[in-house]
């Protein structure tokens, strides 16, 4: 049987941290042994928001890149590719940009919340927001059918992107003919993973997050700041665990002892700072390996540069194809043998 087509975007604004791998990170190295893999690197989506400072992008491409072959993203396995490098992924947007309203963008939850995220952070009117930033729905549309990408490993947040897409889909069927195909989101299991500092969500521009490029000495100073039971003022208190976020860090990579860290806790029989060491012990043993090889890679950029440019020739034959089928549906393939009238 033929592998269903899966595929997925990051953006290069950033390395990857405890949220990414936990959340999204488990899931693809799951899905990389059993789908048709495409993981694109979303540069044009990440100058939506970035086009004023392009060298961020540019060389977070390559650490992008490199944390997610550290954490095992295997590219034997899958097509990891650049979006600015597939010309036909514009080219959908365009067509694409005249099946969808502006209101309905307007009204996408997502771009709803994010323009509200950005008229909080730059205090204006929301006159600022672009018409790239807008349509960047559309955009993410013809990510997904580009590669006729069935399956759409997504968090529950970009939901309403992944419905938009397929509104677009039934849109351009319905007109042209059956070309595209719908897509389905695919809901991590994981949880979204927390804050040290107790937050919901682990994020970059949060500023609570542990990124895996950390080294010992920033790992050690984000753990011994962290949220812990402010019940607890001496070192034999008892305490609640269930409310400390040392705890739920040592669920996380320390799973072989946390019977011992919960029960102790709760007797008071172990002191916060001896829990933070512990938890710091652990989580530099559990990085040891992302770092030999994040190391690794960065002694050997070529590397990283040889595995993009194989995934993103691989990618781009689909994306040809497609491209094929979708300028006949929509009588745009002039220069195509059969409707050349000069012949
Ligand atoms: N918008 C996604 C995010 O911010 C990234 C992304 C870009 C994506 N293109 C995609 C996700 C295509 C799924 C499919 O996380
Ligand atoms: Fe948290 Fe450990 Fe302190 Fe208990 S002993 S409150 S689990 S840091």
């Known amino acids: 049987m033929e592998k269903k087509t899966?595929?997925?975007?990051?953006?290069?604004?950033?390395n990857l941290h405890f949220g990414h791998l936990f959340g999204a990170g488990k899931t693809w190295l799951e899905l990389q042994d059993k789908y048709d893999f495409y993981l694109e690197i979303a540069d044009v989506q990440a100058l939506t928001d970035n086009f004023h400072n392009?060298?961020?992008?540019?060389?977070?491409?390559?650490?992008?890149?490199s944390d997610l072959l550290s954490i095992g993203i295997d590219p034997k396995k899958v097509h990891i590719f650049i979006q600015s490098q597939i010309p036909e992924i514009a080219e959908l947007t365009v067509f694409y940009s005249n099946l969808v309203t502006m209101a309905r963008l307007y009204r996408n939850p997502t771009v709803k919340t994010e323009i509200a995220q950005k008229k909080a952070l730059f205090g204006n009117d929301g006159e600022s927001v672009t018409y790239g930033f807008v349509g960047y729905p559309v955009s993410q549309a013809a990510d997904i059918t580009a590669f006729k990408g069935e399956l759409v490993p997504v968090g529950e947040d970009q939901l309403p992107l992944i419905e938009q897409c397929r509104e677009i889909v039934r849109k351009f069927n319905s007109?042209?003919?059956?070309?595209?195909?719908?897509?389905?989101?695919?809901?991590?299991?994981?949880?979204?993973?927390?804050?040290?500092?107790?937050n919901e969500k682990m994020g970059k521009s949060l500023g609570n997050a542990i990124f895996l490029v950390d080294d010992d000495e920033t790992i050690s100073k984000k753990v011994m700041s962290a949220v812990t039971d402010p019940q607890k003022i001496k070192k034999d208190d008892p305490a609640n665990p269930e409310i400390c976020m040392v705890y739920y860090y040592h669920k996380l990579v320390n799973q072989e002892n946390v019977e011992t860290v919960c029960e102790e806790c709760k007797k008071g029989a172990r002191g916060?700072?001896?829990?933070?060491?512990?938890?710091?012990g652990k989580m530099n043993e559990f990085?040891?390996?992302?770092?030999?090889?994040?190391?690794?890679?960065?002694?050997?950029?070529?590397?990283v540069l040889a595995i993009l440019k194989k995934g993103t020739e691989d990618a781009r034959k689909v994306a040809v194809s497609t491209m094929r089928d979708v300028k006949e549906a929509m009588q745009i393939d002039y220069f195509e043998k059969e409707n050349n009238h000069d012949e």
């Open 6 to 14: 899966i595929l997925t975007g990051i953006r290069p604004t950033g």
């Open 54 to 65: 392009p060298s961020k992008v540019h060389l977070n491409v390559f650490e992008l890149t």
């Open 175 to 198: 007109i042209y003919g059956d070309i595209l195909k719908e897509p389905e989101p695919y809901l991590s299991k994981t949880p979204r993973i927390k804050g040290l500092d107790g």
């Open 272 to 280: 916060c700072v001896q829990c933070k060491k512990e938890l710091i």
């Open 287 to 303: 990085l040891k390996e992302i770092r030999e090889k994040k190391h690794y890679y960065r002694e050997h950029p070529e590397e």
